[in-house]
Every structure is written in structure tokens, then in C-alpha cells.
């Protein structure tokens, strides 16, 4: 199938994700567009182990020094991206003045935030994804990030999910959110799974910058571990966010304290979806309070109080 790709040269949009392709298969990909003539706009690999350490990656990315119009870019999985990988990746991402979506998802390497890959995005970008990056593991990853996001101006989605933040001090998430107050266009922000109950609550002082923000996903926190007296602040920051469509709580295990805190929370009115389960001790009549009228769909599975 890669090898018919050759006969496409006007071909500007291709999406082989999910495909599991090989290094082999990589090569063959690469060989095929060089031939072909064509120069993408748009390319998603996701879903594919992509030896980041490889010749066929390399020669991938030499690909990618000539589609300087190329507008959404994914790459998932990449594993072990050399010094030298990163660097040519940053130099690429300076050429694609036109870039809207990047996806960097599960790339596990030091070297993407060492060399200031991100510092080179295009400022006009609208979507980022750097899940599962494993980002404040990383010594330089998080200031990195810090740094670089109050650049995106036009930034509408964020994904910074599946990141350990347990390793980060208090300092580190409070000037990442604060950072992220610079990001007035945004509509939604996943922050899930980030195993840090404590550093989520400091989302606090972002929220009334996000004047824009309608989805926003804090799921699986472990926000019971953090202070009540946090969570609660969290909890009455939410109204602040005054466009919030869509809230993912789930899988907190949120006592009744902030059952009722959320119960007594104003100016939820645009709430259409509210996402609670895995808070058992949330009951019924709190999440009856919470869910204003507007709400059109609410997950409560897994509550054993209702």
C-alpha cells in the first residue's frame, strides 16, 4: 500500500495511524513521498512505534525539512530520540510557519525539552498535544514548557494529560499556571491523570484568565490526597472559568465535603456535562444541586451513594 503512494504527487493530506509501522516501513513511507514529489500539509503517524533513534526516522525528518506548509503534524510513540533527532526537529519546526496542530504525544526523550524544541513552535499554533511525556520526570521539562507556552497565544487546546507531576515542588506547577493564564483563547484543557492531587489545586490561579475555556478534564488527580481546604479552593475557582461547558472530575474520590462544596458553587449555568464517577462519597442529593439545569449529560457510574 506505502509503495502506491509514489504515483500521488498532488497528495497533501495522509493519515496512517494506527498502522504499527515499522522502521522498514518507515523507510519505504519516506521513499515513496520523495518519489511521489509531494509536499504534506497534513500527517498523523499516530499509533505507530517510531524508533526515534533510527535512519529511517532520520530520513523522515529530512522529509520533513520541505513541507514547510505542513499544518497538522502528529507523532506518537517515539521512542528514544537522539540529541541530533531533536535538534533537526527543532530546526524543522521553525520552517512550518503554518503549523495549527502538534502532537507529540509518548515522546520519551530528555532531549526534546534540552534543546528548546517547544521555543520554536509556530506562536500560532492551536493545538498542542504532549501527553504521556512523562514531562517533570524530565530536569529541564517543565520550566521548559513554562517558558515556551505563554508564546501560543492563539492556543485553543492543550493536552497535558498522562504526565507524573508527583516529582514536581510546588514552585514548579505554580509558575506552569501561572503561565497558562497567558492563554486566553483556550477551550480545553486535559489535565488528567497526573497523579498529583496537590499540584492540580493551584490550577486555581489560571482560571480567571481563561475567559474562553469550555472543557476542562481533571480526572484521575488523586485530589483526595490533597488538603480540603485546597480542594475547596479549587472547587469555588471553578465559576471563574465562565464559558465551562464540560467538567471531568472523575475518578477523584472526592469526600461529601467536596460534594458540597461543588453543591454550593454559583455560576455553573453553562454546565452541559458533568463527569463525577469514582467519588463515592458524593450522594445524590449534592449532585443534584451541582448539575444545573442546562446539563445534558452526567456520568455518575461507580458513585456507591447514589
Not at 526534546?112 to 514531562?135: A, C, F, K, Q, T
Not at 483556550?186 to 497526573?194: C, F, G, I, V
Not at 469555588?236 to 462544596?261: F, I, M, R, V, Y
Amino acid at each position: 500500500m506505502i509503495k502506491q503512494l509514489r504515483n500521488l504527487s498532488h497528495l497533501q493530506s495522509l493519515n496512517l495511524s494506527g498502522h504499527k509501522l515499522e522502521t522498514s516501513s518507515v523507510s519505504c513511507l519516506v521513499e515513496s513521498l520523495r518519489h511521489s514529489g509531494a509536499l504534506l500539509h497534513h500527517l498523523d503517524l499516530s499509533g505507530n512505534s517510531l524508533d526515534g533513534s533510527s535512519e529511517a526516522f532520520e530520513r523522515l525528518l529530512k522529509y520533513l525539512e520541505h513541507c514547510v506548509d505542513m499544518k497538522y503534524l502528529k507523532l506518537l510513540h517515539v521512542d528514544n530520540m537522539r540529541e541530533a533527532h531533536c535538534l533537526m526537529l527543532r530546526e524543522i519546526l521553525l520552517k512550518m510557519k503554518c503549523l495549527s496542530t502538534l502532537a507529540l504525544e509518548w515522546c520519551s526523550s530528555a532531549f526534546i525539552y534540552e534543546v528548546n524544541v517547544l521555543e520554536r513552535v509556530n506562536p500560532g499554533i492551536e493545538m498542542l498535544n504532549l501527553s504521556l511525556n512523562d514531562i517533570s520526570s524530565i530536569a529541564c521539562g517543565l520550566n521548559h514548557l513554562t517558558r515556551a507556552l505563554p508564546s501560543f497565544q492563539t492556543l485553543k487546546t492543550l493536552d497535558l494529560s498522562h504526565n507524573d507531576f508527583s516529582e514536581a515542588d510546588d514552585s514548579q506547577i505554580i509558575a506552569l499556571f501561572d503561565s497558562l493564564s497567558h492563554l486566553s483563547h483556550l477551550t480545553t484543557l486535559d489535565m488528567s491523570h497526573s497523579d498529583n492531587g496537590k499540584a492540580m489545586c493551584h490550577l486555581r490561579r489560571a482560571l480567571p484568565s481563561l475567559t474562553n475555556l469550555q472543557k476542562l478534564d481533571l480526572s484521575f488527580n488523586d485530589l483526595n490526597k490533597a488538603e480540603p481546604s485546597e480542594v475547596k479552593k479549587l472547587i469555588e475557582s471553578l465559576p471563574k472559568a465562565k464559558k465551562l461547558t464540560h467538567l471531568n472530575l472523575q475518578g477523584n474520590q472526592l469526600d461529601k465535603a467536596a460534594g458540597d462544596h461543588l453543591a454550593d458553587v454559583d455560576n455553573l449555568q453553562n454546565l452541559e456535562e458533568l463527569n463525577i464517577q469514582g467519588n463515592d462519597d458524593f450522594v445524590l442529593e449534592d449532585i443534584c444541586e451541582c448539575a444545573p439545569h442546562k446539563c445534558k449529560v452526567l456520568y455518575l457510574k461507580k458513585n456507591k451513594n447514589l
